[in-house]
């Protein structure tokens, strides 16, 4: 992106950063990992040549060095990107406390609509299918309500994307180690 070409940044996270946002300090030097990282983050997210696509995954690729066709599912946050401020007031008006088993690694907890973490990159939240009273009862509905723009959309649908791409970066990430 810094040489000029355009960037397409799939993740398939609600947010960039990985588990760099995980951690508290950096190692050899024990330098803070959030001083670190969140000016990264705000340059990614800023940068007008990379186009994040968070909350997405790669369905499939074809192609050759130089012409690749990549379809993008882009996963339904029922938050419109287009209308939310990130203000936060659906997180905070949302009554269903669950426990976060991926950024908090199931010691912590989060709402059902949700942001991984304070400073994430984009600023919009999600909601959780899976525990959100809405989708579990059909009733609720307390950050549609709540919300000042209208940004819920409870209606949202996943969407696919198809891009003409030169080169494809794979980047696989880890997952954590538990030793029991």
């Not at 990992?33 to 696509?53: K, N, R, Y």
Request: one cysteine or more.
């Amino acid at each position: 992106a810094n040489a000029g070409h355009k960037v397409y940044l799939v993740e398939r996270e609600p947010s960039i950063g990985g588990h760099m946002a995980q951690f508290d300090k950096t190692f050899p030097t024990l330098d803070c990992a959030s001083c670190i990282f969140t000016p990264l983050l705000s340059a990614v997210g800023q940068h007008s040549d990379i186009e994040l696509m968070t909350y997405s995954e790669v369905e499939e690729f074809s192609g050759y060095v130089g012409n690749f066709k990549a379809k993008i599912r882009k996963k339904a946050r029922y938050v419109d990107e287009e209308l939310c401020t990130g203000c936060g007031i659906c997180i905070e008006k949302c009554p269903k406390k669950v426990v976060d088993d991926v950024f908090e690694v199931g010691i912590g907890y989060r709402k059902s609509v949700y942001r991984p973490f304070p400073q994430a990159v984009p600023k919009f939240p999600v909601i959780d299918t899976e525990t959100c009273i809405y989708f579990e009862r059909g009733t609720c509905k307390a950050c549609e309500k709540f919300c000042p723009t209208d940004a819920i959309d409870f209606e949202q649908e996943d969407t696919f994307i198809d891009l003409d791409v030169g080169n494809i970066i794979l980047a696989t990430g880890y997952d954590l180690f538990d030793s029991r």
